[in-house]
């Protein structure tokens, strides 16, 4: 028995022992997803005993270093994990900013310091963290960001406000970029972390088309920003005014991530599972256009397995992130709108018991933003075009 | 199993790269043999430099004195084919007529792929009966006769069957056309009494046969596999076909995307490189998208079909799909981006267009895959 092998059988009796039952079944509400942070609380005790299982293993962070709260697996002990807990459905353990995207930044530009506080602090749930990108008059155009930290010495005062921050209202600390140098575009924004409880930052829930409201606008008024948090902690990560190196980095994690490369529901086919659930066949269009898109919904599977693969090796373009982003999330729209094609009149409650309060037409109002959150599907092809086919002028 | 090329295959994809780029180059093959009006729309040379590079027998197992690799490396050739547009037999005869004969007796190998290996034979692999690919469907009869069978009925689009030295025939020996069991493979050499060949030019400047038996008698040994149960073998010539003619047809539109990406960094109008026109970048990285994963949805299946998965199948059926698109879509684009010189003979970029047609309905187009993927699915 390979190395490999032996692990996979360790995991796969780990997990046995270790997941109940409840965490096996999809996920049904917001609820049933574990956050973590200073305001959590577990919806039952499954949750709460699965979630401190994989805290205790390393599980949350499975393949950060050990010091960091992970497991230290390697790339291939990961997605054998992967694997054996898509095998038996388990849910995550923890969602979070900061696993997937404070994180990665941390461990690229953070100080040894940052990373010990800051990852443990993540890996094990005790943080949550939201992202402070967007602005009001800074979409598409990022790098146009206004919010401003005044230096003052010791500290930062920070003015401006922030839009689209997700689950603002719940979180506990904020990355944050924060122009500090109003005379260069690139080279004048700094990557922040600063608690939501300091005095001067407030937040507003955005009502979406969906009906939820997973967004905020977040406002900052008069915010005071130490400098250093402790020795070898300073307020931000990487040097101060070369945040856009961070951002643009950390927004790869997030494109990677929207793209949903690492398969589950967002790459499975579904012709079969919505004629089942019409119960009885669905028109011929519909099911070839059903046809047509499984085949594109296998080949993306593919692709997020191969980008995946390369990635591990260091042989993916750069820019391939935004390919997949791109690709991703157009298919995941095309996706919902055939599940409300095949689900006709039934799939347009919005708040009956039968239709798991409106399940289908939220999911699918939701998916509308997959290709505008986190770069647009026109910036995404700005950015192929640019980087990876090297066209002039764009 | 990473899905990305190991060293060896790397170096085998160089390898192929730098042959096809010189050998098989558009200039030198495609539009050579075409403009002499060639017969077989191939040239023999360049099969037997093929043969001497090792590539004919690159299925062939070591023990019968070929490479004994995969459907991988088969189609890294393929992809390099496919960007150059280059005409051989190449997919019928050493990927599919190989595949058939692997599942064939001592006899009919030794008979066989002596000539393969040393690129003096050429194969072709007749399967279709009417102008779209139904393999469901199988009315070509074989009957016992003697110690033999006795073969009559028709095959259309056999790819280079006027050149071929064998043909694989698809058969039935018993039940009726659309029958799944039934079925019989047979290697059909050239010299065959009582059939008929009526060679035609297709609009890629390739050969295809439709073929006429007409009383064919065939020895018993000319059998590959087993007699009515060769549906499972013709499964497996089927799948190495529609990975095969995948492989080509994402080297088919790599070779257009990056002959079209080119053009936009070269042609000027309105005072700039047209390549600076947002219309045009979105569109092309459209593009770029479609092909890489169709590269994808490739490499995973050639990797299950090496691996002998059993969703090795439905993934061949996706491959072919989303490769048709992707090529298909990289002609049209290429075309319509060159504008008035896409339209010429002189540029190349319209043979891409003629071979992405004849590929797409090699082996079944999209809507028979995409098809098929829904019925392997279940509904």
Redesign the interface.
């Known amino acids: 028995m390979s190395d490999l092998d032996q692990f996979r059988s360790e995991t796969r009796a780990w997990l046995e022992a270790n997941c109940p039952p409840e965490m096996r079944e999809p996920v049904r509400d917001d609820a049933d997803v574990y956050w973590g942070g200073r305001k959590a609380t577990f919806k039952n005790d499954a949750q709460k005993a699965w979630f401190e299982a994989c805290r205790d293993k390393g599980y949350t962070v499975p393949a950060w270093p050990t010091e960091y709260g992970g497991a230290g697996l390697s790339p291939a002990e990961a997605k054998v994990l992967r694997e054996e807990m898509s095998r038996i459905n388990a849910r995550s353990p923890l969602s979070s900013f900061g696993i997937w995207m404070l994180g990665p930044a941390l461990l690229q530009f953070g100080t040894e310091q940052q990373k010990l506080k800051y990852l443990n602090e993540i890996a094990r749930g005790e943080i949550r963290w939201c992202q402070g990108y967007s602005e009001p008059g800074s979409g598409s155009d990022l790098v146009s960001l206004q919010t401003y930290g005044e230096d003052k010495g010791d500290h930062w005062i920070v003015n401006g406000q922030k839009i689209w921050t997700s689950y603002a209202d719940k979180a506990d600390w904020i990355f944050c970029l924060v122009r500090t140098d109003k005379n260069d575009k690139y080279r004048g924004i700094t990557f922040m972390l600063f608690d939501m409880e300091t005095p001067g930052v407030s937040t507003k829930p955005i009502l979406l088309i969906s009906g939820n409201s997973p967004f905020c606008e977040t406002f900052f008024d008069d915010v005071e920003v130490p400098k250093q948090y402790g020795d070898g902690i300073p307020a931000q990560v990487g040097e101060v005014n070369r945040g856009w190196d961070v951002a643009k980095y950390l927004l790869g994690h997030e494109r990677e991530m929207i793209s949903g490369a690492d398969g589950g529901d967002r790459t499975a ?1 579904i ?2 599972t ?3 659930a019409a119960g009885a066949p ?1 028109d011929p269009v519909l ?2 256009e ?3 898109f ?3 919904a ?3 599977a ?2 997020g ?3 995946l ?2 990635v ?2 260091g ?1 993916a373009h750069p820019a391939q992130p935004n ?1 997949m982003k ?2 991703g999330t157009e298919l995941n729209k095309r996706r919902h709108e055939l599940i409300m094609a095949a689900g006709g009149s039934a799939a347009l409650e919005w708040d009956s018991s039968e239709s798991s309060e409106g399940a289908k037409p939220r999911a699918w109002l939701r998916t509308k933003a997959n290709s505008i959150e986190g770069g647009t599907s ?1 910036v ?3 950015v ?2 640019k980087r ?7 | 199993m ?3 090329h190991d060293d060896d295959q790397a170096m085998l994809a160089d390898t192929a790269a730098q042959f096809m780029g010189e050998e098989g180059a558009i200039a030198k093959q495609l539009r050579h043999w075409r403009d002499k009006g060639c017969k077989d729309g191939f040239g023999h040379a360049l099969w037997k430099q093929m043969a001497e590079m090792g590539f004919t027998g690159i299925l062939v197992p070591e023990a019968d004195g070929g490479l004994g690799m995969g459907h991988v490396e088969a189609g890294i050739v393929l992809e390099e084919i496919g960007r150059n547009l280059t005409p051989s037999p190449f997919l019928t005869s050493s990927v599919m007529a190989a595949t058939a004969l692997g599942q064939g007796g001592d006899d009919l190998r030794a008979r066989y792929l002596p000539g393969l290996l040393a690129g003096d034979s050429v194969f072709a692999v007749a399967i279709d009966e009417g102008a779209k690919h139904n393999p469901d469907r199988i009315a070509c009869k074989a009957e016992k006769s003697g110690n033999g069978f006795r073969l009559n009925g028709k095959k259309d689009f056999v790819v280079q069957g006027a050149s071929a030295d064998m043909i694989v025939v698809a058969a039935r020996t018993s039940g009726s056309e659309t029958d799944a069991e039934g079925i019989t493979l047979f290697a059909v050499p050239r010299d065959a009494a009582g059939m008929g060949h009526n060679s035609v030019r297709l609009v890629d400047s390739s050969m295809a046969s439709h073929i006429t038996f007409e009383n064919v008698e065939l020895d018993g040994d000319a059998v590959i596999g087993e007699v009515d149960g060769g549906r499972a073998v013709l499964n497996r010539v089927l799948d190495a076909g529609r990975v095969g003619a995948a492989a080509e047809g994402v080297g088919v539109a790599r070779g257009s995307m990056d002959m079209t ?1 080119d053009y ?2 070269q042609r000027k109008q309105f005072g ?2 047209i ?2 026109f ?1 219309a045009l ?2 569109r ?3 593009l ?3 092909v ?3 590269r ?2 490739v ?3 050639q990797q299950l079909l090496d691996a002998g998965a059993e969703n090795a199948s ?2 061949a ?3 072919k ?2 490769a048709g ?1 992707a090529a298909g879509l990289a002609v049209k684009e290429g075309v319509q981006m060159h504008g008035g010189i896409g339209m010429t003979d002189e540029y190349d970029i319209g043979l891409y267009m003629k071979r992405d047609r004849a590929l797409a309905e090699f082996m079944g187009d ?2 028979y ?3 098929r ?2 019925e392997m ?3």
Request: aromatic share 8%; no cysteine; hydrophobic share 50%.
């Open positions: 086919a012709g079969a919505l004629t089942r669905l099911r070839a059903l046809a047509m499984d085949v594109d296998l080949a993306y593919a692709m397995e191969k980008f693969d390369e591990k090796v042989k390919m791109y690709a026109e995404m092809l700005n192929i075009a990876i086919l090297e066209l002039p002028g764009a | 990473p899905l990305y990406v936009l960094k700039k490189l390549g600076e947002q970048q979105h092309a990285a459209h770029y998208s479609e890489e994963i169709a994808a949805a490499i995973k299946a439905l993934m059926s996706v491959a799909a989303k698109k999209v809507y895959h995409a098809g993927v829904a699915s279940g509904y």
